[in-house]
């Protein structure tokens, strides 16, 4: 694994698996990958974020954040 901290689920990751979902729904015209990209939207939304509401570095993480939370917004697009 390449995360810093294998025992947790790093949002960043999330976020890239979300984009290459959305992509590949659209480049295969796979309606599959959207749901599941959908739900690792939800999944993000739901419990990757901090108490104060901003995207989190990990999965119920607490206050810590990440700068490669930036690719939620570009070029990912999971915050519309």
């Not at 749901?35 to 999944?43: C, G, I, T």
């Not at 810590?64 to 930036?70: C, F, G, M, Q």
Request: negative net charge; contains cysteine; hydrophobic residues 45%.
């Amino acid at each position: 694994c390449w995360e810093e901290d294998h025992e947790k689920i790093h949002v960043s990751t999330l976020v890239a698996i979300y984009g290459g979902l959305t992509s590949a729904a659209i480049l295969l015209q796979e309606p599959r990958f959207a749901k599941e990209a959908s739900e690792v939207k939800q999944f993000v939304l739901t419990r990757g974020l901090t108490p104060s509401g901003a995207l989190a570095k990990h999965i119920d993480g607490g206050e810590e954040v990440d700068a490669a939370l930036v690719h939620a917004a570009v070029p990912y697009n999971m915050l519309d």
